[in-house]
């Protein structure tokens, strides 16, 4: 069943609320998000900034110690203007060179044109004038709630999801998370009409979205961490920092997942890893920084 959700109201942590909306094993929710500072399509300021959450939906059946997959079918930028800062943040440059960054916190507009695919921005003190980028939409924070009944910040990630701003989080992939309340409670916003990696300026392009996705869960089919896949890779999203402890966990959970379903053993596991594995960056800006690491699929039949 197909379920269309209007919110009223938003969360800015992702935890143990009273949920929206109860599914069922199966079925997909068409709702809305609104933009990284509360804005919704009309423009108007609907609730508070700091990457307001549509939901938790409550899927039937989900358990603690199992899975909840969840389908991005559709992520659609629904009005015609984003937002983004303009200055990288001091933690991705040399600390010499901080003082060199310009002192500009206002933000700038994007122009969103859905049917040439592109966001346009003026570049001052630049010829040409203009920078156009093509429109990769993607939910730059989203998941399940945490462990022992927390409400986590949308600013930060961890093993629920969160606020992992991965590029890859577009249309047509499939997530896989961990669950820990009943009915695994999931949450969804932050909605990016294109960014780079890293989101180093602190955001991408922010705009608000129709969003469709799918739910299924995997009973007893557990991971620590968050994990993915598109048509030609899976992958596995760590969230911490030092950015070294993040690798750690997404290279610790791929391991643990290619013996687990695809008939590795442990040193065939290292073996791959070792010589085809990729890496992604994903938020390097926030409290906790996101890497994610990548398997093609062509290694795994």
């Not at 909840?68 to 600390?95: E, F």
């Not at 009943?182 to 129709?210: N, P, R, Y």
């Not at 030609?232 to 969230?239: L, Q």
């Amino acid at each position: 069943m197909n379920h269309t959700f209007n919110p009223t109201h938003y969360f800015t942590t992702l935890g143990w609320h009273e949920p929206v909306l109860t599914v069922a094993d199966g079925d997909s929710i068409s709702t809305t998000t609104v933009d990284a500072r509360g804005f919704d399509s009309s423009g108007q300021n609907v609730t508070e900034r700091g990457n307001p959450m549509t939901g938790p939906f409550y899927i039937e059946g989900a358990e603690p110690g199992d899975m909840l997959q969840v389908t991005l079918d559709s992520i659609r930028p629904n009005r015609d203007y984003g937002w983004t800062r303009k200055v990288v943040a001091p933690n991705v440059v040399d600390p010499e060179y901080v003082r060199q960054l310009p002192d500009d916190q206002e933000t700038i507009n994007w122009q969103i044109d859905p049917v040439a695919s592109t966001a346009t921005a003026e570049l001052p003190g630049h010829t040409p004038d203009k920078i156009v980028t093509s429109l990769a939409p993607m939910l730059g924070c989203f998941g399940v709630a945490p462990p022992g009944r927390q409400s986590i910040s949308t600013a930060t990630s961890g093993p629920m999801g969160g606020n992992m701003d991965y590029r890859g989080f577009v249309s047509g992939v499939t997530c896989y998370f961990p669950v820990f309340a009943k009915g695994a409670l999931f949450h969804l916003g932050d909605g990016h009409a294109a960014q780079g990696c890293g989101e180093i300026v602190g955001t991408g392009i922010e705009i608000s979205m129709d969003v469709q996705v799918t739910f299924n869960v995997l009973k007893e089919k557990q991971s620590a961490w968050p994990r993915g896949e598109n048509v030609d890779y899976i992958f596995t999203a760590g969230n911490a920092r030092p950015l070294d402890q993040c690798v750690q966990h997404a290279t610790t959970e791929m391991l643990k997942w290619l013996q687990q379903d695809y008939g590795f053993d442990a040193l065939a596991a290292n073996m791959l890893l070792g010589q085809c594995v990729e890496y992604d960056l994903g938020n390097i800006f926030d409290p906790a920084y996101t890497m994610v690491c990548k398997v093609p699929k062509k290694y795994l039949n």
